[in-house]
């Protein structure tokens, strides 16, 4: 089992900017690719961004590229999601994910792939 706790959500106008932070404990051996889903109000989950635990290597959602940036703290089994330029369209329950797939694009792509999820943190983008 992998425990994943989320933090640095919160509310911020139009334009401005967030970040998420993940810290994973227990099996975190399994972890292959880590990263972020999000939910709007009324609709399904989507792929955010992901990170390859392994190589580092990142992928985006079209939505989010060139404004949000993933990393990680492999010493703290930690993930980070910087978010800028944020807009209305932002506004989410962000969700910290990982997968067992080392391939970041599959879990990016296929929720089916995600293992574990984190409990979610609130993003409001309002003015």
């Known amino acids: 089992q992998v425990q994943l706790v989320e933090s640095g959500g919160g509310s911020v106008q139009p334009g401005g900017s967030l970040r998420l932070s993940c810290a994973a404990s227990?099996?975190?051996?399994?972890?292959?690719?880590m990263g972020w889903y999000r939910q709007p109000p009324g609709k399904e989950r989507e792929a955010v961004a992901i990170?390859?635990?392994?190589?580092?290597?990142?992928v985006y959602a079209d939505s989010v590229k060139g404004r949000f940036t993933i990393s990680q703290d492999n010493v703290k089994n930690t993930v980070y999601l910087q978010m800028n330029s944020l807009n209305a369209g932002d506004t989410a329950m962000y969700f910290c994910?990982?997968?067992?797939?080392?391939?970041?694009?599959?879990?990016?792509?296929?929720?089916?792939?995600?293992?574990?999820w984190g409990q979610g943190t609130q993003v409001t983008v309002s003015s």
């Open positions: 994910v990982t997968c067992r797939t080392d391939q970041g694009d599959l879990c990016l792509q296929r929720i089916s792939r995600v293992t574990f």
């Open positions: 227990g099996d975190t051996y399994t972890i292959n690719s």
């Open positions: 990170i390859e635990t392994r190589g580092g290597r990142t």
